[in-house]
């Protein structure tokens, strides 16, 4: 069994900033692919970044140059440091991962979402 779970999200003015953290625990052996995803109402879901067990990323077009994802592979965890943020980011934020288990079985692992909200 594997658990993701995210913190960080809240309220915050536009420009602002803010850091999520996912992190993966259960029977792991390996977390390959990290990733958040986010859906705001009406929308369909989309990729914001994700990143490798060996730190290669990918961002969505709409916040490449504002947000950065990162790994702490020791912990299981990723970051997503989230500034100038816009109205346009509010969403709920899902973390993602690919894991292999101890038993050796390819998971996908799906966080609950943290909700983000960016409004004066």
């Known amino acids: 069994q594997v658990q993701l779970v995210e913190s960080g999200g809240g309220l915050v003015q536009p420009g602002g900033s803010l850091r999520l953290s996912c992190a993966a625990s259960g029977s792991i052996s390996t977390v390959r692919l990290m990733g958040w995803y986010r859906q705001a109402p009406g929308k369909k879901r989309e990729l914001v970044a994700s990143?490798?067990?060996?730190?290669?990323?990918n961002y969505g077009d709409s916040v490449k140059g504002r947000f950065t994802i990162s790994r702490d592979n020791a912990k299981n965890t990723a970051y997503l440091q989230m500034n100038s943020l816009k109205p346009e980011d509010t969403a709920v934020y899902l973390c993602n991962a690919e894991i292999i288990s101890i038993g050796g079985i390819l998971v996908g692992s799906w966080g609950q979402g943290t909700q983000v909200t960016v409004s004066s």
């Open positions: 990143i490798t067990n060996s730190r290669m990323t």
